[in-house]
């Protein structure tokens, strides 16, 4: 699997010429007996998936902004299907988690983690989300949401551009695509 010339203005790409670890990765779940047509029905379901994520902001601060700023004209987030923002975390795949996040709004965000349906994705944006930011020493201040719930995407910054968030994204999107759907590998 080639990878063309990939050139959007300040997103590196060098990962995208890595191909050769998903390559073995799903070459592995193959040799482990998927059959044939249930790996390639699960490509397809797969493909669906990552290209249809409706993410649900949960936006405290000025990452906030930048958020909007992903999905206006310049930069169109509607490129890669995630253009239905929702308001509503029942109709949502994945939660963007930008902005501080205080201790008294630790269990509410926990609880519209908990109200998602599966699968479900989470996207920490910003310094804050992620370890508390420039307020880490403060006593009022999670030291990032992984404390209290799992993160599939770290998007760092403060705050991040728009193009930052939109390589998340798209790593969030290849994340989607290696899962498997109808046969899961029990542990």
Known sequence: ME???IYIKGIPNDEFKDNQSLEEMVAELRKNGVPVVVGVLDDLINWGRSNSVWPLAFATSCCGIEFMATAAAKHD???FGMEVTRNSPRQADCIVVAGTIV???APLLKRVY??????KYVVAMGSCA????PFVNSYHVVKGIDEFMPVDVYVPGCPPRPESLLYGLMQLQRK???ERFLFKVKK
């Open 176 to 178: 989607i695509k290696m």
């Open 114 to 119: 908990d109200q998602m349906a599966e699968p």
């Open 130 to 133: 992620i370890s508390g930011g």
């Open 103 to 105: 201790h008294k709004m």
């Open 77 to 79: 987030i509607a490129r």
């Open 3 to 5: 990878v063309k010339n």
